[in-house]
């Protein structure tokens, strides 16, 4: 059964205070792994998809990071702005686009 | 406007109601899903649609019925909830089912059961 483990369940860093979410993933024929932003009140808002071992995204502060088990999320010199909650998801080898999301990581960057 | 646009945002309900939850995109997208997303727990499919076509009803109580008219819009009718219904239903839309296309959520409805 494909299955998506988020760590740690929420995070609590001080500006500037750089660190990674991690997300473990189970999943026969990963096909893409994709990271979204929510903030409260409002939807997913994407942004990356990786899809193969050793693949690197970047967007500012952000860095996402994939291997064969897991992907991390490094935040560097985090600002206020970017706290939310931090969701993973894959897409296995359903043809039906069905993605399998890990719970979350919720971010509080403190000034 | 632009993106994914979902109303009502707020909406409650008794369990004998009917109602309908609607979204629709301007991406010129031809994938929708339907998703609902409880506290505490993780974000779940519960419908796709490509090209006006349900592929996926991923173990929904009948008490949800999609539609799917054409490749702008989706709604979601709801009847006889239970109070575990509660919940943010999420619509999102990717280009295609593709691997390689992202799927572009909401804001979702807030939906509350008495």
């Known amino acids: 059964e494909d299955q998506v483990t988020q760590s740690p369940e929420a995070l609590r860093l001080q500006e500037g205070e750089s660190s990674s979410l991690n997300c473990s993933y189970t999943?026969?024929?990963?096909?893409?792994l994709f990271w979204y932003r929510q903030d409260p009140g409002k939807g997913p808002e994407f942004l990356f998809t990786?899809?193969?071992a050793g693949e690197e995204k970047e967007k500012e502060r952000l860095k996402a990071t994939l291997t064969k088990k897991e992907s991390f999320l490094h935040i560097t010199a985090p600002k206020p702005e970017d706290s939310a909650t931090y969701l993973c998801?894959?897409?296995?080898?359903?043809?039906?686009?069905?993605?399998?999301f890990g719970q979350g990581t919720t971010l509080q960057v403190k000034p | 406007e632009t993106g994914v646009t979902q109303t009502p945002r707020h909406l409650v309900m008794g369990m004998t109601n009917k109602k309908s939850l609607k979204c629709e995109q301007h991406?010129?997208?031809?994938?929708m899903y339907w998703y609902k997303q409880s506290a505490k727990k993780p974000l779940e499919l519960m419908f796709v649609?490509?090209?006006?076509?349900?592929?996926e009803n991923n173990s929904v109580p009948s008490r949800f019925s999609p539609e799917c008219p054409n490749s702008s819009h989706l709604f979601l009718h709801l009847h006889t909830l239970q109070p575990e219904d509660s919940a943010l239903y999420l619509c999102?839309?990717?280009?295609?089912?593709?691997?390689?296309?992202?799927?572009?959520f909401g804001d979702g409805t807030r939906l509350s059961i008495l």
């Open positions: 999102a839309s990717s280009q295609d089912l593709g691997f390689r296309q992202p799927q572009h």
């Open positions: 991406l010129g997208h031809n994938a």
């Open positions: 990786l899809y193969s």
């Open positions: 999943v026969s024929g990963l096909r893409g």
């Open positions: 649609y490509s090209l006006e076509e349900r592929v």
């Open positions: 998801a894959v897409l296995g080898s359903s043809n039906t686009g069905k993605l399998i």
